[in-house]
Protein backbone atom coordinates (compact mmCIF):
# COMPACT_ATOMS: atom_id res chain seq x y z
CA UNK A 1 0.00 0.00 0.00
CA UNK A 2 1.01 3.06 -0.93
CA UNK A 3 -0.02 6.89 0.09
CA UNK A 4 0.25 10.06 -1.81
CA UNK A 5 -0.76 12.31 1.07
CA UNK A 6 -0.86 16.06 2.46
CA UNK A 7 0.06 16.11 5.81
CA UNK A 8 -2.73 15.86 8.71
CA UNK A 9 -3.47 15.68 12.56
CA UNK A 10 -4.11 11.99 11.20
CA UNK A 11 -7.17 10.79 12.72
CA UNK A 12 -10.03 13.18 10.66
CA UNK A 13 -7.90 12.44 7.34
CA UNK A 14 -10.03 9.96 5.00
CA UNK A 15 -6.92 8.22 3.14
CA UNK A 16 -6.33 7.42 7.13
CA UNK A 17 -9.51 6.25 7.68
CA UNK A 18 -9.34 4.30 4.53
CA UNK A 19 -5.96 2.11 6.61
CA UNK A 20 -8.25 1.34 9.07
CA UNK A 21 -10.90 0.12 7.28
CA UNK A 22 -8.49 -2.47 5.68
CA UNK A 23 -8.67 -6.07 7.13
CA UNK A 24 -5.64 -7.78 8.94
CA UNK A 25 -3.62 -9.68 6.86
CA UNK A 26 -4.88 -8.27 3.32
CA UNK A 27 -1.59 -6.33 2.65
CA UNK A 28 2.16 -6.89 3.33
CA UNK A 29 3.74 -3.09 3.44
CA UNK A 30 2.03 0.44 4.35
CA UNK A 31 4.27 3.08 3.44
CA UNK A 32 3.77 7.14 4.77
CA UNK A 33 5.54 9.98 2.86
CA UNK A 34 8.39 11.72 4.68
CA UNK A 35 7.95 13.78 7.59
CA UNK A 36 3.66 12.98 6.86
CA UNK A 37 2.25 14.02 10.14
CA UNK A 38 4.23 17.14 10.84
CA UNK A 39 4.59 18.77 7.31
CA UNK A 40 8.02 19.15 5.71
CA UNK A 41 8.48 22.89 4.90
CA UNK A 42 10.12 24.56 8.15
CA UNK A 43 12.79 27.45 7.87
CA UNK A 44 14.87 26.68 10.72
CA UNK A 45 15.48 24.73 14.33
CA UNK A 46 13.32 26.86 16.04
CA UNK A 47 10.15 26.31 13.92
CA UNK A 48 10.35 22.88 13.65
CA UNK A 49 11.35 21.87 17.22
CA UNK A 50 7.82 21.95 18.73
CA UNK A 51 7.12 19.17 16.13
CA UNK A 52 9.88 17.24 16.72
CA UNK A 53 9.21 13.32 17.84
CA UNK A 54 11.18 10.91 20.12
CA UNK A 55 12.08 7.92 18.22
CA UNK A 56 9.69 4.88 18.85
CA UNK A 57 7.52 7.04 21.51
CA UNK A 58 6.36 9.72 19.36
CA UNK A 59 3.21 10.05 17.41
CA UNK A 60 3.89 8.86 14.57
CA UNK A 61 5.87 5.98 15.92
CA UNK A 62 2.90 4.93 17.87
CA UNK A 63 0.62 5.00 15.01
CA UNK A 64 2.45 2.91 12.60
CA UNK A 65 3.12 0.12 15.71
CA UNK A 66 -0.59 -0.09 16.07
CA UNK A 67 -1.72 -0.26 12.18
CA UNK A 68 0.87 -2.61 11.88
CA UNK A 69 -0.31 -4.91 14.61
CA UNK A 70 -3.89 -4.04 13.42
CA UNK A 71 -3.43 -5.41 10.32
CA UNK A 72 -0.58 -7.98 10.46
CA UNK A 73 1.74 -5.84 7.75
CA UNK A 74 4.97 -4.18 7.59
CA UNK A 75 4.77 -0.16 7.95
CA UNK A 76 6.81 2.67 7.20
CA UNK A 77 6.64 6.15 7.95
CA UNK A 78 8.77 9.50 8.03
CA UNK A 79 8.88 11.75 10.80
CA UNK A 80 10.87 14.51 12.51
CA UNK A 81 12.94 13.05 15.00
CA UNK A 82 14.37 14.65 18.16
CA UNK A 83 17.61 14.18 18.94
CA UNK A 84 18.91 13.31 22.16
CA UNK A 85 20.72 16.21 23.82
CA UNK A 86 24.28 14.80 23.10
CA UNK A 87 24.04 15.01 19.89
CA UNK A 88 22.94 18.24 19.30
CA UNK A 89 25.50 20.55 17.51
CA UNK A 90 25.94 23.98 16.02
CA UNK A 91 27.11 23.75 12.44
CA UNK A 92 28.21 26.01 9.46
CA UNK A 93 26.26 25.90 6.22
CA UNK A 94 28.60 27.06 3.33
CA UNK A 95 26.72 30.40 2.74
CA UNK A 96 28.38 31.21 5.97
CA UNK A 97 24.98 30.58 8.53
CA UNK A 98 25.54 29.15 11.55
CA UNK A 99 22.53 27.03 12.35
CA UNK A 100 22.13 23.92 15.44
CA UNK A 101 21.07 20.60 14.30
CA UNK A 102 18.66 19.58 16.71
CA UNK A 103 16.80 16.47 14.82
CA UNK A 104 16.77 14.14 11.92
CA UNK A 105 14.73 12.88 8.66
CA UNK A 106 14.18 10.27 9.70
CA UNK A 107 11.82 6.82 8.96
CA UNK A 108 10.55 4.08 11.39
CA UNK A 109 9.96 0.65 10.41
CA UNK A 110 7.41 -1.83 12.60
CA UNK A 111 6.34 -5.55 12.15
CA UNK A 112 3.33 -7.25 11.98
CA UNK A 113 3.19 -8.25 15.64
CA UNK A 114 3.47 -4.01 16.08
CA UNK A 115 7.11 -4.05 17.35
CA UNK A 116 10.07 -1.71 15.99
CA UNK A 117 12.11 -3.50 13.32
CA UNK A 118 14.22 -0.55 12.42
CA UNK A 119 14.72 2.87 11.22
CA UNK A 120 16.90 5.38 9.71
CA UNK A 121 18.10 8.96 8.84
CA UNK A 122 18.17 10.65 5.91
CA UNK A 123 21.64 10.60 4.61
CA UNK A 124 21.75 13.15 1.56
CA UNK A 125 19.99 16.35 3.18
CA UNK A 126 17.93 18.71 0.99
CA UNK A 127 18.48 22.60 1.66
CA UNK A 128 15.43 22.64 3.56
CA UNK A 129 16.56 20.07 6.28
CA UNK A 130 20.43 21.95 6.33
CA UNK A 131 18.65 24.14 8.49
CA UNK A 132 17.62 21.50 11.36
CA UNK A 133 18.52 18.30 10.95
CA UNK A 134 21.62 16.23 11.65
CA UNK A 135 22.50 13.76 8.50
CA UNK A 136 22.27 10.28 8.76
CA UNK A 137 25.54 7.81 8.04
CA UNK A 138 24.09 5.54 4.89
CA UNK A 139 21.47 3.87 3.32
CA UNK A 140 19.85 1.02 5.45
CA UNK A 141 18.52 -2.29 4.37
CA UNK A 142 16.53 -5.15 6.82
CA UNK A 143 16.17 -8.64 5.84
CA UNK A 144 12.42 -9.33 6.82
CA UNK A 145 10.09 -12.40 6.17
CA UNK A 146 8.44 -12.68 2.50
CA UNK A 147 7.30 -11.78 0.56
CA UNK A 148 9.53 -8.28 1.60
CA UNK A 149 12.75 -10.54 1.93
CA UNK A 150 15.57 -7.64 1.51
CA UNK A 151 14.48 -4.11 1.86
CA UNK A 152 16.11 -1.21 1.45
CA UNK A 153 15.41 2.28 2.75
CA UNK A 154 16.01 6.06 1.69
CA UNK A 155 14.17 9.28 1.84
CA UNK A 156 13.97 11.83 -0.92
CA UNK A 157 16.83 13.33 -1.72
CA UNK A 158 18.82 10.44 -1.26
CA UNK A 159 18.08 9.95 -4.77
CA UNK A 160 20.08 12.55 -6.09
CA UNK A 161 23.81 12.67 -5.96
CA UNK A 162 25.58 13.30 -2.22
CA UNK A 163 28.16 16.22 -2.00
CA UNK A 164 30.79 16.39 -2.20
CA UNK A 165 30.31 13.77 -5.63
CA UNK A 166 29.41 15.78 -8.91
CA UNK A 167 27.53 13.93 -12.00
CA UNK A 168 29.49 12.76 -14.42
CA UNK A 169 27.69 11.54 -17.04
CA UNK A 170 25.20 9.01 -17.49
CA UNK A 171 27.08 6.19 -17.93
CA UNK A 172 28.94 6.68 -15.08
CA UNK A 173 26.56 8.36 -12.61
CA UNK A 174 27.10 8.58 -9.30
CA UNK A 175 23.80 6.54 -8.60
CA UNK A 176 24.21 6.05 -4.95
CA UNK A 177 21.39 4.13 -3.87
CA UNK A 178 21.16 2.14 -6.76
CA UNK A 179 24.43 0.87 -6.49
CA UNK A 180 23.90 0.34 -2.85
CA UNK A 181 21.04 -1.90 -3.90
CA UNK A 182 23.27 -4.02 -6.04
CA UNK A 183 25.73 -4.32 -3.88
CA UNK A 184 22.88 -5.72 -1.06
CA UNK A 185 21.19 -7.86 -3.37
CA UNK A 186 17.60 -5.26 -2.07
CA UNK A 187 14.29 -6.79 -3.48
CA UNK A 188 12.18 -4.28 -2.62
CA UNK A 189 13.49 -0.60 -2.25
CA UNK A 190 10.70 2.16 -0.41
CA UNK A 191 11.85 5.92 -1.26
CA UNK A 192 9.54 7.66 1.42
CA UNK A 193 9.49 11.59 -0.52
CA UNK A 194 8.33 15.41 -0.08
CA UNK A 195 9.28 15.82 -3.61
CA UNK A 196 8.54 19.00 -5.23
CA UNK A 197 6.33 19.05 -8.83
CA UNK A 198 8.57 20.02 -11.45
CA UNK A 199 5.94 22.69 -12.99
CA UNK A 200 6.55 20.70 -16.15
CA UNK A 201 3.05 20.29 -18.04
CA UNK A 202 1.09 21.32 -15.05
CA UNK A 203 -2.12 20.30 -17.27
CA UNK A 204 -1.04 16.55 -17.10
CA UNK A 205 -2.76 14.54 -14.58
CA UNK A 206 0.57 13.15 -13.60
CA UNK A 207 3.82 14.41 -13.16
CA UNK A 208 5.79 12.57 -15.58
CA UNK A 209 8.90 14.33 -15.56
CA UNK A 210 9.35 13.38 -12.02
CA UNK A 211 8.69 9.70 -12.86
CA UNK A 212 10.96 9.95 -15.33
CA UNK A 213 13.89 11.76 -13.38
CA UNK A 214 12.92 8.83 -10.30
CA UNK A 215 13.75 6.12 -12.76
CA UNK A 216 16.67 7.52 -14.51
CA UNK A 217 18.27 8.12 -11.07
CA UNK A 218 17.76 4.21 -10.43
CA UNK A 219 19.83 3.49 -13.92
CA UNK A 220 21.84 0.86 -12.30
CA UNK A 221 18.61 -1.38 -11.71
CA UNK A 222 17.58 -1.67 -15.07
CA UNK A 223 20.29 -0.62 -17.57
CA UNK A 224 22.01 -2.71 -20.22
CA UNK A 225 25.53 -3.00 -20.06
CA UNK A 226 25.72 -1.20 -23.19
CA UNK A 227 25.15 2.23 -22.92
CA UNK A 228 21.83 3.48 -23.80
CA UNK A 229 20.43 7.33 -23.37
CA UNK A 230 17.18 7.02 -21.35
CA UNK A 231 14.94 8.44 -22.41
CA UNK A 232 15.02 9.10 -25.94
CA UNK A 233 13.12 11.00 -27.71
CA UNK A 234 10.37 8.87 -28.97
CA UNK A 235 9.71 8.38 -25.18
CA UNK A 236 9.47 12.00 -24.29
CA UNK A 237 6.97 12.09 -26.83
CA UNK A 238 4.56 9.77 -25.26
CA UNK A 239 3.55 10.69 -21.80
CA UNK A 240 0.29 9.73 -22.24
CA UNK A 241 -0.44 6.71 -19.24
CA UNK A 242 1.04 4.42 -16.84
CA UNK A 243 2.52 2.74 -20.18
CA UNK A 244 4.05 5.29 -21.58
CA UNK A 245 8.05 6.36 -21.34
CA UNK A 246 8.52 4.24 -17.81
CA UNK A 247 8.71 1.45 -20.06
CA UNK A 248 5.78 -1.10 -18.64
CA UNK A 249 5.68 -4.32 -19.59
CA UNK A 250 9.19 -4.16 -21.29
CA UNK A 251 12.52 -5.98 -20.53
CA UNK A 252 11.20 -8.27 -17.33
CA UNK A 253 13.92 -11.00 -16.57
CA UNK A 254 12.92 -13.75 -13.76
CA UNK A 255 14.99 -13.48 -10.86
CA UNK A 256 16.80 -10.22 -11.29
CA UNK A 257 13.65 -8.30 -10.03
CA UNK A 258 13.29 -5.29 -7.69
CA UNK A 259 10.19 -3.74 -6.90
CA UNK A 260 10.52 0.65 -6.29
CA UNK A 261 7.98 1.84 -4.17
CA UNK A 262 8.35 6.06 -4.15
CA UNK A 263 5.63 6.86 -2.05
CA UNK A 264 5.28 10.64 -2.31
CA UNK A 265 3.84 14.26 -0.89
CA UNK A 266 1.11 15.77 -2.94
CA UNK A 267 -0.78 19.37 -1.84
CA UNK A 268 1.11 22.94 -1.02
CA UNK A 269 2.99 24.12 2.10
CA UNK A 270 3.92 27.17 2.59
CA UNK A 271 4.33 27.94 -0.93
CA UNK A 272 5.70 24.84 -1.76
CA UNK A 273 3.93 22.27 -3.87
CA UNK A 274 4.66 18.66 -3.73
CA UNK A 275 4.92 16.31 -7.09
CA UNK A 276 2.77 13.73 -5.94
CA UNK A 277 3.18 10.92 -7.87
CA UNK A 278 3.38 8.24 -5.95
CA UNK A 279 5.08 5.27 -7.87
CA UNK A 280 5.51 1.28 -8.43
CA UNK A 281 8.31 0.36 -10.50
CA UNK A 282 9.53 -2.97 -11.29
CA UNK A 283 12.93 -3.24 -12.65
CA UNK A 284 15.45 -5.95 -13.68
CA UNK A 285 19.21 -5.82 -14.02
CA UNK A 286 19.83 -5.89 -17.96
CA UNK A 287 16.85 -5.67 -19.06
CA UNK A 288 17.24 -2.30 -21.12
CA UNK A 289 14.03 -0.04 -19.52
CA UNK A 290 12.36 0.16 -16.11
CA UNK A 291 8.60 -1.18 -15.97
CA UNK A 292 5.97 1.54 -14.24
CA UNK A 293 3.82 -0.79 -13.02
CA UNK A 294 1.26 1.87 -10.92
CA UNK A 295 0.91 5.79 -10.06
CA UNK A 296 -1.05 8.24 -8.86
CA UNK A 297 -1.79 11.52 -9.63
CA UNK A 298 0.04 15.20 -8.65
CA UNK A 299 -3.00 16.03 -7.12
CA UNK A 300 -4.07 12.90 -6.08
CA UNK A 301 -4.48 12.73 -2.03
CA UNK A 302 -5.22 8.67 -1.46
CA UNK A 303 -4.62 5.69 0.21
CA UNK A 304 -4.24 3.05 -2.48
CA UNK A 305 -3.55 -0.45 -2.24
CA UNK A 306 -1.27 -1.90 -5.36
CA UNK A 307 -1.53 -5.61 -5.57
CA UNK A 308 1.83 -7.03 -7.09
CA UNK A 309 1.99 -8.78 -9.09
CA UNK A 310 -1.82 -8.56 -9.96
CA UNK A 311 -3.78 -12.11 -10.11
CA UNK A 312 -5.94 -12.52 -12.85
CA UNK A 313 -8.78 -10.28 -12.95
CA UNK A 314 -7.54 -8.14 -9.99
CA UNK A 315 -7.93 -4.48 -9.93
CA UNK A 316 -4.60 -4.67 -8.44
CA UNK A 317 -5.33 -1.45 -6.67
Keep these: MSRNVAPSSGETDEPVRMLYRLRPNTVDLVCLPEM ?31 LAARLHCH ?93 AGLDTGPYEIAEYCVAQRTRVLVLLNAWLDSKEAPEEEKDWRTINYWALRLRPLWAKAIAEGWPDSDDEDQQSDDSHSAGEEAGRQPGEELLVVICNRTGTENGVTFAGSSSLFSMSRNSGRPRLVRALGRHQEAAVVWTYPKSQGSAGG
Excluded at 38 to 62: K, M, Q
Excluded at 100 to 123: H, M, Q, W
Design 75 to 167: VVAGYPERLPLHEVEHTELTDGRTIRRVGANAAALYGPDGNFVGEYRKTNLYDTDMTWAKPGTGFVTFHLPPPLTTLSLGICMDLNVQPPAEW
Design 36 to 66: IFTGYVFPDADAISPSLEEPRTGPTSRFCAE
